[in-house]
């Protein structure tokens, strides 16, 4: 179970999350929207960590991660994997040393790795044909299969997607959201996603809408449609009218 | 109207201050993040395993594939020292002493001061360029999710590397430069090989040696931290990592020059060199 409370953080004056309150279901995949710049981004870095909170408390099965030293926060990232949006491979390392670099890194045999790598590959229907290519080499949705397959190795309970199908295809955003489904579904893991695509609504539980730094809806996903609340009524069916002002209107 | 230019120059002295004193805070507050990343290096120094197959690639990279450079830069500065201080000694008849000269020259100051420059050009550049377009390209941060310390993998090995190869490429420059200089006497200006090389075992101690090493070892540290530094912060997309690449060639050069001055006068007055 993932909560956060009352989470703020300002960047110089500009105010990006504002006493935020939200609580992750565990084993269940919620996704967060909202418009471009809202701050979903900086949400999710402040969840695993990699950003500091101005102020407020995150807990992580009742850790507030806030208040740990930088050494005691790599519990918090053994726990939780981070799918990034551009899917941040290394681009000086092989697809088989990126996928098993925190293995490699920690002394493991290469030959043992090897078999992992491969292993977690197929799991995201990627073939040990390309262990040896450059993440140059790979299409976006590739690349993005193997941020996946990078996160996973480590066997994360929580895993935070950064909007993993920017930039892809219709067929490719499927293929990828099709197979969150299916990871969440076998590795009953607590994921979050933040995501533009609507599409994504089919495979999630949970929906939240964050706008001007609060969130402003939660509920089920199966529901979202019927929803009254304004700012998610306006959102998900692009409407320039409501309390989520367009820029022009701003 | 004189109170008004009086009230407009109170105007334009208060925004001075103000720009001053941002300036001065903006200073600072550079400085102070300089050191905590170097204290925040070093600890990872003492207290984490080193990446030895990091260390290798970086001094291939810092020291293998910058030889060449080193070797045409030494070289051809022997040669235009020996060719100028011919032009000065042979209005005094004292030719013979020109290897002393291009020997000092070399050892002392500019083996160890050009190799620090050009290092800071062709490395100190890509390093900056590196680590920049990994940190805007999120890979600085997967690298911690991944827990791995980015100090650890990618600071450390860089920074190490730079301080210890260095003056194995200074040595290059050194020798190149006085094979330069040997070559521009003895075939060109008529000075035989036994006065050029005797000048230079007569006056060139091994102190003078020892003291370009020492320099250029710290150059080697100046040049990484800085390039290190600020790659590890860029900020801003492509434009970024262009303003990043700049700014650690420059600021390193720049420091490279001015350290040259005190750690010459240091070890000057310990003795040392």
Same mark, same amino acid.
């Given at each position: 179970?993932?909560?956060?409370?009352?989470?703020?953080?300002?960047?110089?004056?500009?105010?990006?999350?504002?006493?935020?309150?939200?609580?992750?279901?565990?084993?269940?995949?919620?996704?967060?929207?909202?418009?471009?710049?809202?701050?979903?981004?900086?949400?999710?870095?402040?969840?695993?960590?990699?950003?500091?909170? !101005?102020?407020?408390?995150?807990?992580?099965?009742?850790?507030?991660?806030?208040?740990?030293?930088?050494?005691?926060?790599?519990?918090?990232?053994?726990?939780?994997?981070?799918?990034?949006?551009?899917?941040?491979?290394?681009?000086?390392?092989?697809?088989?040393?990126?996928?098993?670099?925190?293995?490699?890194?920690?002394?493991?045999?290469?030959?043992?790795?090897?078999?992992?790598?491969?292993? *977690?590959?197929?799991?995201?229907?990627?073939? *040990?044909?390309?262990?040896?290519?450059?993440?140059?080499?790979?299409?976006?949705?590739?690349? *993005?299969?193997?941020?996946?397959?990078?996160?996973?190795?480590?066997?994360?309970?929580?895993?935070?997607?950064?909007?993993?199908?920017?930039?892809?295809?219709?067929?490719?955003?499927?293929?990828?959201?099709?197979?969150?489904?299916?990871?969440?579904?076998?590795?009953?893991? !607590?994921?979050?996603?933040?995501?533009?695509?609507?599409?994504?609504?089919?495979?999630?539980?949970?929906?939240?809408?964050?706008?001007?730094?609060?969130?402003?809806?939660?509920?089920?996903?199966?529901?979202?449609?019927?929803?009254?609340?304004?700012?998610?009524?306006?959102?998900?069916?692009?409407?320039?009218?409501?309390?989520?002002?367009?820029?022009?209107?701003? | 109207?004189?109170?008004?230019?009086?009230?407009?120059?109170?105007?334009?002295?208060?925004?001075?201050?103000?720009?001053?004193?941002?300036?001065?805070?903006?200073?600072?507050?550079?400085?102070?993040?300089?050191?905590?990343?170097?204290?925040?290096?070093?600890?990872?120094?003492?207290?984490?395993?080193?990446?030895?197959?990091?260390?290798?690639?970086?001094?291939?990279?810092?020291?293998?594939?910058?030889?060449?450079?080193?070797?045409?830069?030494?070289?051809?500065?022997?040669?235009?020292?020996?060719?100028?201080?011919?032009?000065?000694?042979?209005?005094?008849?004292?030719?013979?002493?020109?290897?002393?000269?291009?020997?000092?020259?070399?050892?002392?100051?500019?083996?160890?001061?050009?190799?620090?420059?050009?290092?800071?050009?062709?490395?100190?550049? #890509?390093?900056?360029?590196?680590?920049?377009?990994?940190?805007?390209?999120?890979?600085?941060?997967?690298?911690?999710?991944?827990?791995?310390?980015?100090?650890?993998?990618?600071?450390?090995?860089?920074?190490?590397?730079?301080?210890?190869?260095?003056?194995?490429?200074?040595?290059?420059?050194? #020798?190149?430069?006085?094979?330069?200089?040997?070559?521009?006497?003895?075939?060109?200006?008529?000075?035989?090989?036994? #006065?050029?090389?005797?000048?230079?075992?007569?006056?060139?101690?091994?102190?003078?040696?020892?003291?370009?090493?020492?320099?250029?070892?710290?150059?080697?540290?100046?040049?990484?931290?800085?390039?290190?530094?600020?790659?590890?912060?860029?900020?801003?997309?492509?434009?970024?990592?262009?303003?990043?690449?700049?700014?650690?060639?420059?600021?390193?050069?720049?420091?490279?020059?001015? #350290?040259?001055?005190?750690?010459?006068?240091?070890?000057?007055?310990?003795?040392?060199?």
């Amino acid at each position: 179970m993932i909560q956060i409370k009352q989470l703020t953080k300002v960047f110089d004056k500009q105010v990006v999350t504002d006493h935020l309150d939200l609580d992750i279901p565990e084993g269940k995949m919620t996704c967060i929207i909202g418009r471009s710049g809202e701050g979903k981004s900086v949400l999710l870095k402040q969840i695993i960590g990699l950003i500091k909170p !101005t102020s407020g408390n995150i807990y992580i099965d009742g850790v507030d991660i806030v208040q740990l030293t930088e050494k005691e926060h790599d519990t918090i990232y053994e726990k939780c994997g981070y799918v990034f949006q551009f899917a941040a491979l290394l681009d000086s390392l092989t697809i088989f040393e990126n996928v098993g670099i925190s293995l490699l890194e920690n002394g493991r045999d290469r030959d043992e790795v090897r078999k992992i790598v491969i292993k *977690k590959l197929e799991e995201v229907n990627l073939s *040990k044909d390309i262990l040896d290519k450059y993440p140059s080499e790979l299409s976006g949705g590739m690349r *993005k299969r193997v941020g996946l397959a990078r996160t996973l190795i480590r066997n994360p309970k929580i895993v935070l997607y950064d909007e993993p199908t920017t930039g892809l295809d219709p067929i490719t955003s499927r293929v990828v959201h099709e197979l969150m489904a299916a990871m969440q579904e076998k590795l009953k893991i !607590t994921s979050i996603v933040i995501s533009h695509d609507i599409e994504i609504f089919k495979y999630v539980d949970y929906i939240a809408l964050l706008h001007e730094g609060k969130i402003r809806y939660f509920g089920p996903a199966a529901t979202i449609w019927e929803s009254t609340n304004p700012y998610i009524y306006q959102f998900i069916r692009g409407l320039p009218e409501g309390p989520i002002q367009t820029e022009k209107q701003q | 109207m004189l109170i008004n230019a009086l009230n407009y120059i109170g105007r334009k002295t208060i925004d001075a201050t103000h720009w001053l004193a941002d300036e001065f805070l903006n200073l600072c507050s550079s400085i102070g993040e300089f050191l905590f990343f170097l204290a925040t290096t070093l600890r990872v120094f003492f207290t984490t395993r080193l990446k030895f197959s990091k260390l290798i690639e970086q001094l291939m990279r810092v020291g293998v594939e910058s030889s060449s450079i080193i070797f045409l830069t030494g070289f051809s500065t022997g040669l235009a020292l020996a060719l100028q201080t011919y032009i000065g000694f042979h209005r005094f008849g004292i030719e013979e002493f020109i290897g002393t000269v291009v020997a000092l020259g070399m050892t002392r100051e500019l083996g160890p001061v050009l190799t620090g420059l050009m290092v800071t050009g062709r490395c100190g550049s #890509a390093m900056a360029a590196e680590l920049g377009t990994m940190e805007i390209t999120e890979q600085i941060d997967a690298l911690k999710t991944l827990s791995i310390n980015p100090f650890q993998y990618l600071i450390v090995p860089r920074i190490l590397a730079s301080t210890l190869i260095l003056p194995f490429l200074a040595i290059f420059s050194m #020798a190149f430069g006085i094979l330069g200089g040997y070559m521009l006497c003895v075939y060109s200006l008529d000075i035989s090989p036994d #006065a050029y090389m005797s000048s230079i075992k007569e006056f060139v101690e091994f102190s003078d040696i020892k003291g370009g090493l020492i320099k250029s070892s710290f150059f080697g540290f100046i040049l990484s931290s800085i390039s290190s530094y600020n790659g590890y912060i860029t900020t801003g997309g492509a434009r970024g990592v262009g303003i990043t690449t700049t700014r650690s060639v420059v600021l390193g050069s720049i420091l490279i020059l001015i #350290a040259n001055y005190f750690l010459s006068s240091i070890l000057f007055q310990t003795g040392i060199s």
